[in-house]
């Protein structure tokens, strides 16, 4: 499926913003720390994941009220500025927008997003609208995409990924594969047609029966990768792919949220690194 969908959403924007001061005190030395964004009763968080092998002592975050995940120390701050949060707003008018990567680097929250080239008039509008305000948002990139795939290997690079297949019955009589649009637009998914082979375009999917499990993982704080489904003749085929560290965490939520779900079965969860070339 990958192959399929790697460059259908055929543009990339990278833009980058500052860590807001005073900033969660990263190890000296680490380059890349992976984050993810969630919004809890109208405020905007950044959460970062910062590896606990980099040798700092978890005493060092307690400042923070972090959680503990394994190897992996989760932060989260608060956004305080209202122009970050408008870019989201606009971010999430944009029908086939989704998240490419979320990560730090020398002091810089990095952000870019993939979208089909049908929406690029509306991606110039968010460009007008960063380069509008007074925060130091710069935007470093906008063109042709490299491609999901190769999206996923920087991803990887950052921080050990993995794999999990399920499938669940279909009664919505749809016959298409979509990309969920996460933190971009929780209730939707970009639509790339049948067999991933048609129109791109973005559909509604907040009555699908999925939609609770989702928007727990994103209450939780367990950022998801990638989540994509085929659905087809009664049957919904369905893909996750998020960081190694939070198998367990996301295997507890997909458990108490899904038993409902009719037909609902797990087919294997795997590294990202073994299953790639068979997703």
């Known amino acids: ?38 919004v809890h009763e109208g405020s905007m968080y950044f959460d970062f994941f910062v590896d606990r092998k980099m040798g700092t002592d978890y005493d060092f975050y307690k400042y923070y009220n972090p959680i ?19 870019i989201r707003r606009t971010i999430s008018s944009i029908p086939t927008f989704v998240l490419g990567g979320l990560y730090t680097q020398e002091n810089r929250v990095m952000t870019d997003f993939r979208f089909h080239n049908s929406d690029l008039q509306k991606v110039e509008g968010l460009v007008k609208v960063i380069a509008s305000i007074n925060a130091d948002v710069r935007i470093s990139y906008l063109g042709k995409s490299a491609g999901l795939i190769s999206k996923l290997g920087e991803m990887e690079g950052r921080a050990r990924m993995s794999v999990a297949r399920f499938s669940y019955g279909n009664d919505s009589g749809m016959d298409d594969v979509i990309e969920w649009k996460g933190i971009a637009e929780p209730y939707a998914a ?90």
């Not at 399929?4 to 190890?27: A, E, H, N, T, V």
């Not at 995940?69 to 209202?82: C, K, S």
């Not at 639509?191 to 082979?197: A, E, Q």
Request: glycine share 8%; net charge negative.
């Open 190 to 279: 970009v639509s790339y047609g049948r067999d991933g082979k048609g129109e791109v375009k973005r559909v509604d999917i907040s009555s699908t029966p999925i939609m609770p499990f989702l928007m727990t993982l994103i209450r939780d704080q367990i950022p998801i990768v990638g989540y994509f489904e085929h659905r087809r003749n009664g049957a919904v085929d369905s893909t996750a792919i998020f960081p190694s560290f939070l198998v367990k965490p996301f295997l507890v939520r997909y458990f108490e949220k899904t038993g409902a779900l009719k037909g609902i079965r797990l087919q294997y969860v795997e590294s990202y690194e073994d299953v790639k070339d068979s997703i």
């Open 1 to 38: 499926m990958l192959d399929i969908l790697d460059r259908k959403l055929d543009m990339s924007l990278y833009f980058s913003s500052p860590i807001q001061d005073p900033g969660p005190p990263f190890p000296e030395g680490r380059s890349q720390v992976p984050m993810d964004l969630h």
């Open 68 to 86: 503990i995940y394994g190897g992996y120390v989760l932060i989260a701050q608060r956004i305080e500025w209202p122009e970050l949060d408008k």
